[in-house]
Structures are given as structure tokens and as C-alpha cells.
């Protein structure tokens, strides 16, 4: 009887605090960090009011009663916080995409209502958006368009995006920030640096200080909509007629710091992609991953923001990539010594591999960690591409690879309270664990070894896809040559 009372009145408080806390039914965004944070409040109400109820119901229920229960309180939360995350946009949104691909250690019910927040999240009211678009460009929607569809064809968690058509007749999409997107990331940045220095308590070896400001610089970057179109038209010059990048045109007459107007560009959807053969599949992750580490090795820079909803795959067995809101550019130092401790794991020069990960940061000189230990422990991260052989990538490899990071077992127990993390790094582990995850899904099979030969020691390529980009380098660039698909 005891536990009875307990669980009904804890459910009466978790009931009470929903509806004193519940939103008002505005379609506009919490943007203050008291409301982000009254927002969380909310969502934890709902979840523990669900999870109560569903033990009390567990009470009067047989197994098979008690088991569709739980799965039914499991479905339940997991969409609360995935429409959650999606009405609030932001970083927490962000956080929403990333947990819907990145881990198997997230629970199957969460990754598949988070799944959503890829393209499908919950849109804002159009006339709300409608007027942040006749502010930024100065003039009605009817006058700086031929058309422009109201529904959106995909919601972000900065802005939303729709189709149109210009004066002109050409076919474009249009992305439009929420109006109050700019204040919400702050805010969320602000409640993300309280959390972070209560991480830096939890891991003496990690400094926060450069985690929060490598954080608040390239979310905020993301809001600038003219840096992005900038960062667009960047990777669109350097992928000019490639043979397996397509990067969309800017539409300078229609783009503003809150309004990015673009080339449509049409192509399936991930998620169709993955009912592909194998062998289609291995190739676009080939595709994904000379994107990455091309763009990282040739050009120090990269888009920092690797998930389904920002691929699209054409019909000639090409990737468009989309949104430039985050990229990363490396200083040279510290990529010249990324590479060079990179090439010393391959080479198997340990002491080597040491003395680049002092000046990286990663740990200072007089660590205690022994070298062979801090080897060994960096080379689960480069297994893919550390041996001459076909690697696939799986869902258990990038299970066990997130562990190392944050729960470390065995002889690598406590590493992750030993260990820093460099600041050129918060954006690279976002990448590692966003493509690699992305290639586990898609089950890609290939010598990455081979592949990453090409850019750390510049070796012939290996496969067609590398044939045809040398092929394209060696033209300068200028003319387009089709892949083999």
C-alpha cells in the first residue's frame, strides 16, 4: 500500500506540473533560458507522469500484459521528446538528430521517433515564417517569387525550408530562419555551459573552457544565413564539375542573413536509399567518406553537420550535399600534426604517435598513461582504415567506438577522465561519429586503408570513384567526368 501511495501521488505532482508548466499553444519559440529550461521541466513531467502510470498498471497485469505496457510507455516518451526537441529547434534539436543515428546505445523507440528531426520536424506557423521572409528580402512573397508552395518540404532546427519558383522560371528552395531561432541557441548555449563545467568536475582531465567557446562559435556561425551561403558557394567552386559531389547554386538576389534561397536540386531521400543492393550502398559510403576525408586533407575544412537529412542521391549515382550553416576550418599547424600522428599509428611508431598527441593536446607531457596503452587505446578509432584489408562498417562498431569516448571498460577503465579534448577536436568526433554512424547504416564495405593512402601519402587510387576524381584534378577541375555507377 505504501508503494501504491507513493507512486499515485508522485504521479499527481508529475500530473500537477504538466498542466501548470503545459505550453500555450503558440507555434513561436521559447527563447529566454529560464523558458528552455521550463521547457525540459515540462517534458520530464510528461515522461515521469507516463512512466508512473505505466507501473501502476504494471501492477494489475500479467507478463505479456506488463511487457506491452512498458513498450507502449517506451513509444510514448520517445515521441514526447522527439516533438519535444522538434518544437523547440536549436541546439536541442541538434542533439535530437545526432541521437537518432549516431548510437545503438540509444533505445530503439527513441532513434525511431528521433528519426523524424532529420527532415520532418514539426514546422512553425506559416505566417510566422512568411513574415521574417518579406522583412530579410523587402518585398510580399508574391512580388520576389512566381510561386511559392506554404507547406514546407523539410523543417530544420534553424529554419524551414520550402519550394518556389523566381520570376524567372527557375526552380529553387528556400530556406527561412525561425524567427527567434537566434536567441533560443544562445539560450541553450548558456544553459549548456553550466552542464559542460559540471562535466569538467566529473573529468579532471578535461577543460571545458574550449569545449563552450568551440561550441558558442560554430553554433552561432549557424545562424549567420550570409556566412552560409558564403561557406556554400565555397564548396560549390571547390567541387565544380566533379564527378560524384554536387553542391547547390546560391541565388544571391534571394538570400539574406535569415533567408538562403538555392538551385532545387532533386534526389532520393536516405532512407530510400538504404532498400539499395549492397554494392550501391558500399559506393555512396566510398562517396561519403572521400567527402570527408578529401575535404578535410586537401582543403582543412569540413561541414560539420553529418546526418541523412542533408544528402540527397540523384539519379547519375551522385551526393548532393546540402547546408553549410557548420564548417570547421583547421588551422595548418595543428592539421599537419594531425596527419603526422595519424601516419605514425599506421607506421606503428609509438613514441612518435605520443609527442603529436602532447601538442595536440590530448594529454600534457607528463601524463601518467603509458604510451603503449594511449597507442593501443587511439587505434580503435582508426581500425576502419588501419589495416590493408575490406572493413564494413557496422552498428557495433560504433556502439563499442561512442563507449570508448564516454565509458571506457577493462584496461581502458577511466581513460576518458585522463584525456582531454582539444578544441579542433569537439567538431572532428561530431563528424567521426556522425559519418561513421552513416556508413553503418548503410552497411558500406571497402578497403578504407587504400582510400586513406590517397590523401595521407597521396597514392594512386584504388577504386573507380578515386580514378575519376584524380581524373578530374588532373583537368583542373573545370570538366565534369562521370563516374562509373
Wanted: charged share 25%.
Amino acid at each position: 500500500m505504501t508503494a501504491f501511495f507513493l507512486c499515485s501521488a508522485a504521479l499527481l505532482v508529475g500530473f500537477l506540473a504538466w498542466r501548470l508548466l503545459r505550453p500555450s499553444g503558440a507555434r513561436r519559440i521559447a527563447t529566454g533560458r529560464m523558458s528552455r529550461m521550463l521547457g525540459l521541466g515540462r517534458l520530464l513531467a510528461r515522461v515521469s507522469t507516463s512512466w508512473l502510470g505505466a507501473r501502476v498498471r504494471r501492477l494489475l497485469s500479467g507478463k505479456e500484459g506488463r511487457r506491452r505496457i512498458d513498450e507502449a510507455q517506451r513509444k510514448a516518451s520517445a515521441e514526447a521528446v522527439a516533438r519535444t526537441m522538434g518544437q523547440m529547434k536549436g541546439v536541442l534539436m541538434k542533439l535530437g538528430q545526432m541521437a537518432s543515428f549516431v548510437s545503438d546505445g540509444v533505445p530503439e523507440e527513441y532513434r525511431s521517433a528521433l528519426a523524424s528531426l532529420q527532415a520532418q520536424a514539426p514546422p512553425m506557423d506559416f505566417p510566422l515564417i512568411r513574415d521574417v521572409a518579406e522583412r530579410e528580402l523587402g518585398r510580399p512573397l508574391e512580388r520576389a517569387f512566381a510561386r511559392f508552395d506554404p507547406e514546407p518540404i523539410a523543417a530544420a532546427s534553424i529554419g524551414q525550408v520550402h519550394r518556389a519558383k523566381l520570376p524567372s522560371g527557375e526552380d529553387v528552395v528556400v530556406k527561412i530562419q525561425y524567427p527567434g531561432v537566434a536567441d533560443a541557441i544562445l539560450s541553450d548555449l548558456g544553459n549548456a555551459a553550466v552542464l559542460y563545467r559540471m562535466i569538467g568536475m566529473l573529468y579532471p582531465g578535461l577543460d571545458p573552457e574550449p569545449l563552450i567557446d568551440e561550441l558558442r562559435c560554430r553554433f552561432t556561425e549557424e545562424i549567420d544565413y550570409l556566412l552560409e551561403a558564403e561557406n556554400q558557394r565555397t564548396f560549390r567552386e571547390l567541387h565544380a564539375g566533379h564527378p560524384f559531389i554536387r553542391i547547390p547554386r546560391v541565388i544571391e538576389t534571394h538570400s539574406t542573413a535569415r533567408v538562403l534561397t538555392s538551385e532545387l536540386m532533386r534526389g532520393r531521400r536516405f532512407d530510400e536509399v538504404l532498400a539499395d543492393d549492397e554494392s550501391s550502398r558500399s559506393r555512396y559510403g566510398e562517396i561519403l567518406y572521400r567527402w570527408v576525408f578529401g575535404t578535410i586533407n586537401r582543403h582543412g575544412m569540413f561541414n560539420g553537420d553529418p546526418h541523412p537529412g542533408n544528402y540527397l542521391f540523384d539519379d547519375q549515382g551522385r551526393i548532393v550535399f546540402l547546408d553549410f550553416g557548420c564548417v570547421k576550418r583547421f588551422p595548418s599547424e595543428m592539421l599537419s600534426t594531425w596527419k603526422q600522428i595519424v601516419i605514425s599509428h599506421l607506421r606503428g611508431e609509438k613514441d612518435a604517435f605520443r609527442g603529436g598527441a602532447v601538442r595536440l593536446k590530448f594529454l600534457p607531457e607528463d601524463s601518467p598513461i603509458s604510451t603503449d596503452l594511449l597507442f593501443e587505446y587511439f587505434g580503435y578509432f582508426y581500425e576502419p582504415f588501419h589495416e590493408d584489408r575490406q572493413f564494413q562498417f557496422t552498428r557495433a562498431y560504433n556502439a563499442q567506438s561512442f563507449r570508448q569516448i564516454f565509458s571506457p571498460g577493462g584496461r581502458f577503465s577511466g581513460m576518458q577522465k585522463k584525456l582531454n579534448m582539444p578544441r579542433d577536436f569537439v567538431f572532428v568526433n561530431r563528424i567521426h561519429w556522425g559519418v561513421f554512424s552513416i556508413l553503418a547504416q548503410l552497411g558500406a564495405s571497402g578497403n578504407w586503408h587504400r582510400i586513406h593512402r590517397e590523401y595521407l601519402f597521396d597514392d594512386a587510387p584504388s577504386t573507380e570513384l578515386g580514378q575519376a576524381d584524380a581524373e578530374w584534378r588532373r583537368r583542373g577541375s573545370s570538366e565534369p567526368v562521370l563516374a562509373a555507377t
